[in-house]
């Protein structure tokens, strides 16, 4: 049986003692390596569903803010160019909050917007979509 343990200043490092031979072993950093990136998809339990809009963009503004990503929504975080040597980590952070918003749907929503190719494409889209929809429907029901 094979012994793992941390070694180092390096928080990647493992070294596996096994009997008399020991390797050392390098994880390699991808582009995200905040904690705080590596969450599960399921972000809300409240799914899109056409009729649920502000219930379900609250539940998820919470996230993408409290994740500290709003700014891939509402466009501060600006697209770098595909050249620029901050793109690999942007585009990595904006596929996240794609996948954040892309989950918590019905799968007949999603088809609709999984070929967008921006968090912030979907997002506007979803918005201009169900926010007022949501408003005419709510105002009927009064």
Request: hydrophobic share 35%.
């Given at each position: 049986?094979?012994?793992v343990?941390?070694?180092g200043?390096?928080?990647g490092d493992l070294e596996v003692a096994s009997g008399n031979s020991q390797s050392n072993f390098t994880n390699v950093p991808t582009a995200i390596s905040e904690n705080s990136n590596?969450?599960?998809?399921?972000?809300?339990?409240?799914k899109l569903n056409g009729t649920n809009f502000l219930k379900w963009?609250?539940?998820v503004l919470m996230v993408v803010r409290g994740k500290g990503k709003?700014?891939?929504?509402?466009?501060?975080?600006?697209?770098?160019?595909?050249?620029?040597?901050?793109?690999?980590?942007?585009e990595a952070h904006d596929l996240i909050v794609m996948a954040w918003l892309i989950h918590p749907m019905e799968d007949s929503i999603v088809n609709t917007y999984i070929l967008f190719p921006t968090a912030k494409r979907i997002w506007d889209a979803?918005?201009?979509?169900?926010?007022?929809?949501?408003n005419s429907s709510e105002m009927f029901e009064l």
């Open positions: 049986m094979a012994k343990a941390m070694t200043a390096c928080r590596h969450t599960s998809l399921q972000i809300t339990t409240h963009s609250r539940s709003l700014g891939y929504l509402d466009g501060t975080i600006a697209k770098p160019n595909t050249i620029d040597p901050s793109y690999p980590t942007w979803v918005t201009l979509a169900y926010l007022d929809l949501e």
